[in-house]
């Protein structure tokens, strides 16, 4: 991602990139902080001086991996950068390419939590989303965001409800709202240790056991692969 870089020699402090810099990188007496910098580019633009300049700043890395479930492409995000949208929309574009390349039916796109930019980032042109909702305040908070988000963008959203025993309170209010909204709940997970026993086998939850976790996520991915077709 580029980053705008000062020349203090060429400044003539008029003050335009203070006025245009949208994300605060730049303070009142002009001085310029790369870290907040969002490489918009506008600040270059409206230098009269010719003062500023945009550099490549290397925010994080993007890979391919080998998995025995096929191929998986992630990135590492380097600490306190701000490009993140970025990079998911580079991990996305990867991921095109290799399934064209290799024929593949599906991408699975594993989403952040929250609602920032990588949210977005992430659901922009899919062709389903499946909100994971965990019943505590901000699980549901966020989940009504991210269906606004998905409903904005016209791509049709489904709920899965996990963890659903934790509080029962909070578990009716989603299936509540999910009504109310018109939007079909494809399934309910219970609170499992089996999931981090999987995690120290290094096994997925399906290959760890046929229990009732892995009976939720077959029957929730049914529903899903239904809504797909
Ligand atoms: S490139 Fe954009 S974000 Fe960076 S300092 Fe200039 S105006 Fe601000
Ligand atoms: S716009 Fe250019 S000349 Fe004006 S304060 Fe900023 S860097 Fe200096």
Not at 18 to 45: N, Q, W
Not at 108 to 134: F, H, K, N, Q, R
Not at 194 to 221: H, N, R, Y
Request: hydrophobic share 40%; glycine share 8%; net charge negative.
């Amino acid at each position: 991602m580029d980053v705008a870089q000062k020349d203090d020699e060429k400044c003539t402090d008029c003050g335009k990139c203070f006025e245009s810099c949208r994300y605060g990188a730049i303070d009142p007496d002009f001085t310029l902080h790369p870290d907040k910098c969002e490489g918009c580019a506008v600040c270059a633009m409206v230098c009269p001086s010719d003062a500023i300049r945009m550099i490549e700043r290397k925010a994080g890395e993007a890979y391919i991996s080998d998995t025995r479930f096929g191929p998986l492409v992630h990135a590492r995000l380097h600490a306190g950068e701000e490009a993140s949208g970025k990079l998911v929309a580079l991990v996305r574009q990867r991921a095109k390419e290799l399934a064209r390349e290799k024929g593949k039916e599906f991408i699975l796109i594993d989403g952040p939590p929250g609602t920032g930019c990588t949210v977005i980032a992430s659901i922009t042109g899919v062709d389903l989303v499946l909100v994971v909702i965990e019943p505590t305040l901000s699980g549901i908070h966020d989940s009504k965001r991210i269906i606004e988000v998905a409903r904005h963008f016209g791509i049709p959203a489904l709920v899965c409800i996990n963890k659903y025993d934790i509080n029962d309170e909070n578990t009716e209010h989603i299936l509540d709202f999910c009504e109310v909204e018109g939007i079909e709940v494809v399934g309910k997970i219970a609170y499992d240790d089996t999931a981090t026993k999987a995690m120290l086998a290094e096994k997925t939850v399906i290959e760890f056991s046929d229990g009732k976790m892995a009976q939720s996520i077959k029957a929730i991915w049914k529903k899903v692969e239904k809504a797909l077709s």
